[in-house]
């Protein structure tokens, strides 16, 4: 990771905390489990500085990547992947969580060739779930998926499990340097982040 890179990533850490998206308590995750952080990434779409910082966050490991469209995932990826689709002129797809019951009946939403790879973009991963269902509906549709990129790594055994189906799961960053940053500014104090580093484990 270049200085630059560096930069920007502690720039972001900083402004998700500032804008509520890091939340410190104790709350219970889509995944079942119990976590004395949550992150709100959906409140980015409600500050145009922070979502351009994510999409700038999400670049630096795209760029690095080849695959023909990006697929997001309603509803956490979707904002990400519209900002993504502008921001880097590459096709936006995205699995339906349920298949039309009218109309044209789509599964998958947007444009795309059977054969063609598609890159999943989600906000972050826990348990890999959520990423997991995105790309069996996408294989289905006949694209070839092998790769996701996500904004933060809540290192909860998420990259492992899918490693084991075949996948890659990339991360703009994990929480253990999301932490590092806010503590370092000061914005968790030393208590804080040492009862969420435990309760990661």
Not at 192 to 198: D, F, G, H, M
Request: with cysteine; hydrophobic share 45%; aromatic share 6%.
């Amino acid at each position: 990771m270049t200085q630059e890179d560096s930069s920007l990533l502690e720039k972001f850490a900083l402004t998700l905390f500032d804008v509520g998206a890091v939340q410190l308590g104790k709350f219970v995750l889509h995944s079942g489990r119990t976590s004395r952080i949550y992150l709100d990434l959906r409140v980015l779409v409600s500050y145009p500085e922070a979502l351009r910082q994510a999409t700038a966050a999400y670049r630096q490991v795209l760029e690095k990547l080849t695959f023909d469209l990006l697929a997001a995932p309603p509803l956490a990826g979707l904002p990400f992947g519209t900002a993504l689709c502008l921001d880097m002129n590459i096709p936006l797809i995205y699995p339906r969580k349920t298949s039309k019951s009218y109309g044209t009946g789509k599964e998958i939403e947007g444009v795309w060739e059977v054969g063609q790879t598609a890159v999943v973009i989600d906000d972050v991963i826990t348990s890999g779930d959520s990423i997991m269902e995105a790309m069996i509906a996408l294989k289905a549709a006949g694209l070839q998926v092998r790769e996701a990129v996500v904004l933060i790594d809540r290192e909860q055994g998420g990259k492992a499990i899918m490693q084991d189906h075949g996948y890659t799961v990339h991360a703009a960053m994990t929480l253990s340097q999301l932490l590092d940053v806010l503590q370092t500014h000061e914005r968790i104090t030393e208590k804080q982040y040492a009862k969420v580093l435990k309760s990661l484990k």
